[in-house]
Nanobody, 115 residues
Framework: QVQLVESGGGLVQTGGSLRLSCAASGSIFSSYAMGWYRQAPGKQRELVATITSGYSTNYAEPVKGRFTISRDNAKNTVYLEMNSLKPEDTAVYYC?????????WGQGTQVSVSS
C-alpha cells in the first residue's frame, strides 16, 4: 500500500482559495487512481474529486467549476485547488489512493471556511 500525507489545509474566508497537496510514497504512484474525499462534522465521508492514472477527472456536483484536481507523477503528488470556497466546504479533507483492490487513506487535513 502507498503511504499518503496531506498538507495545505487551513482557515480561509468565504470566497477564498486553498491548495491541498498529498504526497505519496512508493515508486508506482503513476499507476494509482488518486482522489480527495471530505467529512464534515456529523456527516458521512463524501467524494470530492478523483483523477485516474490516465488523468481522467471526476468531480462531485457541489464542487464542479470551483475545485480542480491534478497530479504530478514526477513528484508523487496529487493536488486539489479549491477556489470560491464556501462555509459548506468546511470539513476534514482526506487523500485517497487505489490500485486494484488496494485502497489507502491519508490522515486528513482540516479546511475551515468562515462566513
Amino acid at each position: 500500500q502507498v503511504q499518503l500525507v496531506e498538507s495545505g489545509g487551513g482557515l480561509v474566508q468565504t470566497g477564498g482559495s486553498l491548495r491541498l497537496s498529498c504526497a505519496a510514497s512508493g515508486s508506482i504512484f503513476s499507476s494509482y487512481a488518486m482522489g480527495w474525499y471530505r467529512q464534515a462534522p456529523g456527516k458521512q465521508r463524501e467524494l470530492v474529486a478523483t483523477i485516474t492514472s490516465g488523468y481522467s477527472t471526476n468531480y462531485a456536483e457541489p464542487v464542479k467549476g470551483r475545485f480542480t484536481i491534478s497530479r504530478d507523477n514526477a513528484k508523487n503528488t496529487v493536488y486539489l485547488e479549491m477556489n470560491s470556497l464556501k462555509p459548506e466546504d468546511t470539513a476534514v479533507y482526506y487523500c485517497w489512493a487505489r490500485r486494484g483492490a488496494a485502497v489507502s487513506w491519508g490522515q486528513g487535513t482540516q479546511v475551515s471556511v468562515s462566513s
